[in-house]
């Protein structure tokens, strides 16, 4: 049983755009929300997170927004660049056992 | 600053040949640790955990397994590999408090052949 769900699996967008991802879970004992990014060959690093209540969190280029009661969060790249098109996971912490998305391989076109 | 090594890097092996796969984290005591295997192209599957020597958790049934000999070192082993045992394993820490973030090594990409 996956615990989170992560969409679309794979994202093309242009130079300047805004990237968006979408992950949903059905536990409500999960009290902490990360995204990792990971390129090709490395281990995924840590990008972003949030707690449960706070209902939106912005790190520079990067926010994610979360709706508690959808039981849903997000991953907005605002003005994409080329230097983005990596994978990205989200994931759901519950007893410091992370549970991660599927990913999102995201393409950033020139 | 922590750090956390995992090696090697890359390794071809054959099919029913061991494996031992080691991971060592700097800078930290008592970290929490983690085995993951992330299939080519696919999510991260949690294999193993350990919050502390010796104590292993397993999240899969397979021919691995997972020893703590020291606070901060977690090796992968096999007796004999499959091919399915292909993959990029990457090992993980986190500092043993409330919901802190994980961080990982590079990872080793095992092919078996």
């Known amino acids: 049983q996956q615990q989170v769900k992560q969409s679309p699996q794979s994202l093309i967008v242009q130079k300047g755009g805004i990237s968006i991802i979408n992950c949903a879970y059905e536990?409500?004992?999960?009290?902490?929300f990360p995204w990792y990014q990971q390129f090709p060959g490395k281990g995924p690093a840590l990008l972003i997170a949030?707690?449960?209540?706070?209902s939106e969190k912005k790190e520079g280029r990067f926010t994610i927004s979360f709706n508690k009661s959808a039981k849903q969060f997000s991953l907005h790249i605002m003005d994409s660049q080329p230097g983005d098109s990596a994978t990205y996971f989200c994931?759901?912490?519950?007893?410091?056992?992370?549970?991660f998305g599927s990913g999102t391989k995201l393409n950033v076109k020139p | 600053s922590q750090t956390i090594h995992q090696w090697p890097a890359t390794l071809v092996q054959p099919v029913g040949s061991p494996l031992s796969l080691e991971c060592t984290v700097e800078?930290?005591?008592?970290?929490?640790l983690y085995w993951y295997r992330q299939a080519a192209g696919r999510g991260l599957q949690l294999l193993f955990y350990?919050?502390?020597?010796?104590?292993i958790s397993s999240e899969v049934p397979q021919n691995l397994s997972a020893s703590r000999p020291q606070d901060r070192q977690f090796i992968l082993s096999s007796k004999k590999l499959l091919l399915s045992d292909s993959g990029f394993y990457l090992c993980?820490?986190?500092?043993?408090?409330?919901?802190?973030?994980?961080?990982f090594g590079n990872g080793t990409r095992l092919t078996v052949t």
């Open positions: 800078g930290t005591s008592n970290p929490n």
């Open positions: 994931a759901a912490i519950n007893f410091n056992k992370f549970y």
């Open positions: 949030i707690r449960p209540d706070v």
């Open positions: 536990n409500t004992a999960f009290d902490y």
């Open positions: 993980a820490w986190m500092a043993n408090s409330y919901n802190s973030p994980l961080h």
């Open positions: 350990s919050v502390g020597i010796g104590q």
